[in-house]
T-cell receptor, first 111, second 113 residues
Framework: DAKTTQPPSMDCAEGRAANLPCNHS???????VYWYRQIHSQGPQYIIH???NNETNEMASLIITEDRKSSTLILPHATLRDTAVYYC????????????FGEGTQLTVNP | DSGVTQTPKHLITATGQRVTLRCSPR?????VYWYQQSLDQGLQFLIQ???????AKGNILERFSAQQFPDLHSELNLSSLELGDSALYFC????????????FGSGTRLTVV
């Protein structure tokens, strides 16, 4: 699976959009981009995933660049409850593949 | 409540002992995954089962074993416990399509003293 690079930490003001970047320059054509988050010691929570098109759900939007070498997770109106470690993961969508978690980005939403 | 149930939530045991962690996946999910999260290492994939069969294996120690039963619940057995095995153990489940995301349980915190 392709390696990802994320900033170790970011801050965001409550009510503003949080834009979390992820670099995956070695991504292959059959690899998906997944985003998860983990609020302190809780189980990781699935947020969104995509292959090459931008995706949006009730939690967030995922913007993938045309060359697929990077992506951005957007939380449109961050709240204090969005403070968590956010993981960007690239994974082949085939049987036997698994989610490999890196260090992630610690997002702190400030009042 | 994610729908993935893990028991017990907390477990304290002595070195050398054996414990069993249990996971009930979401209704309809066929795949179960086990992860270990310790302070000095991030989330580490241990093993995956799909409909009762082992599908993928990660850095799981030989002292650890797992199985998935016909009712799809899974158990992770940890034996000859060492202090370094103290960690959070998470179970996740998915329908089985490898493109799907996983749903994680709330974890079992194991403390070995």
């Amino acid at each position: 699976d392709a390696k990802t690079t994320q900033p170790p930490s970011m801050d965001c003001a409550e009510g503003r959009a949080a834009n979390l970047p992820c670099n995956h320059s070695t991504i292959s054509g059959n690899e998906y981009v997944y985003w998860y988050r983990q609020i302190h010691s809780q189980g990781p929570q699935y947020i969104i995933h995509g292959l090459k098109n931008n995706e949006t759900n009730e939690m967030a939007s995922l913007i993938i660049t045309e060359d697929r070498k990077s992506s951005t997770l957007i939380l449109p109106h961050a709240t204090l409850r969005d403070t968590a470690v956010y993981y960007c993961i690239v994974r082949v969508g085939t049987s036997g593949s698994r989610l490999t978690f890196g260090e992630g980005t610690q997002l702190t939403v400030n009042p | 409540d994610s729908g993935v149930t893990q028991t017990p939530k907390h477990l304290i045991t002595a070195t050398g002992q054996r414990v069993t962690l249990r996971c009930s996946p979401r209704s309809g999910d066929l795949s179960v995954y086990w992860y270990q999260q310790s302070l000095d290492q991030g989330l580490q994939f241990l093993i995956q089962y799909y409909n009762g069969e082992e599908r993928a294996k990660g850095n799981i120690l030989e002292r650890f074993s797992a199985q998935q039963f016909p009712d799809l619940h899974s158990e992770l057995n940890l034996s000859s416990l060492e202090l370094g095995d103290s960690a959070l153990y998470f179970c996740a489940s998915s329908v089985g399509d490898p493109r799907d995301g996983y749903t994680f349980g709330s974890g079992t915190r194991l403390t070995v003293v």
